[in-house]
């Protein structure tokens, strides 16, 4: 069983730039949640995406927009970078079934904006 | 609105030392979900353990445990006979029920560091 994986592991932008984060989901998970982790804080939820739908959204602005592909794996967009948004993304998937709540995390990407 | 407390920003302890680690829920749901995971340095969470609402038994699983107590609203982690390798920020969040379509949001406390020194 493959595990939650992300890239790039780090990266560094400049204020006004764009950024794509990419995640591969869990092997038989159809669900994907992004996460705002700044530094000493909990995850802020940025998203979530179940079959390739939006399904629910946190108190982030619509420059971070996202999507999901049919193999579930996802991609989170970021524009116009601001320096409030150097954080750790942390994504998550898990299966949409009624009896299934929990969450597998990736490693995160480390987004530094200068 | 929903909201966990986890009172205890840092706790440092010696190897082989007990240590509770406390988490307080504030919800209107009937049903709901209480988590608890492990971020080690790497910075990957970890999931520990998932309760719902409707169970309040206590769970012990090796050396970790779980006391969840609905007439308090608090979920708290024991970890008995800690070792180095617990040292870690452990957070404690809350699920609300799931609404229409298959919305799995955490509402997440701030997080306890917890330092277990040799």
């Known amino acids: 069983e493959t595990g939650v994986t992300q890239s790039p592991t780090h990266l560094i932008k400049t204020r006004g730039q764009q950024v794509t984060l990419r995640c591969s989901s869990q092997?038989?998970?159809?669900?994907v949640s992004w996460y705002q982790q700044a530094l000493g804080q909990g995850p802020q939820f940025i998203f979530q995406?179940?079959?390739?739908?939006?399904?629910g959204r946190g108190n982030f602005p619509p420059r971070f927009s996202g999507l999901q592909f049919p193999n579930y794996s996802s991609e989170m967009n970021v524009s116009t970078l601001e320096l409030g948004d150097s954080a750790l993304y942390l994504c998550?998937?898990?299966?949409?079934?009624?009896?299934?709540?929990?969450?597998?995390f990736g490693p995160g990407t480390r987004l530094t904006v200068t | 609105a929903q909201k966990v407390t986890q009172a205890q920003t840092e706790i440092s302890v010696v190897e082989k030392e007990d240590v509770t680690l406390d988490c307080v829920y504030e919800t209107r749901d009937t049903t709901y979900y209480l988590f608890w995971y492990k971020q080690p340095p790497s910075g990957e969470l970890v999931f520990l353990i998932r309760r719902n609402s409707f169970d309040e038994q206590n769970e012990i699983s090796g050396r970790y445990s779980w006391n969840f107590q609905k007439s308090t609203s608090s979920f708290n982690f024991t970890i008995t006979a800690s070792q180095v390798v617990d040292s870690a920020v452990y957070f404690c969040a809350l699920s609300e029920a799931p609404r229409a379509g298959n919305n799995r949001k955490l509402i997440w406390g701030l997080g306890t560091s917890l330092a277990v020194n040799p």
């Open positions: 995406y179940y079959r390739e739908e939006e399904n």
């Open positions: 092997s038989g998970h159809n669900t």
């Open positions: 998550a998937s898990s299966f949409g079934g009624a009896l299934s709540y929990e969450q597998y």
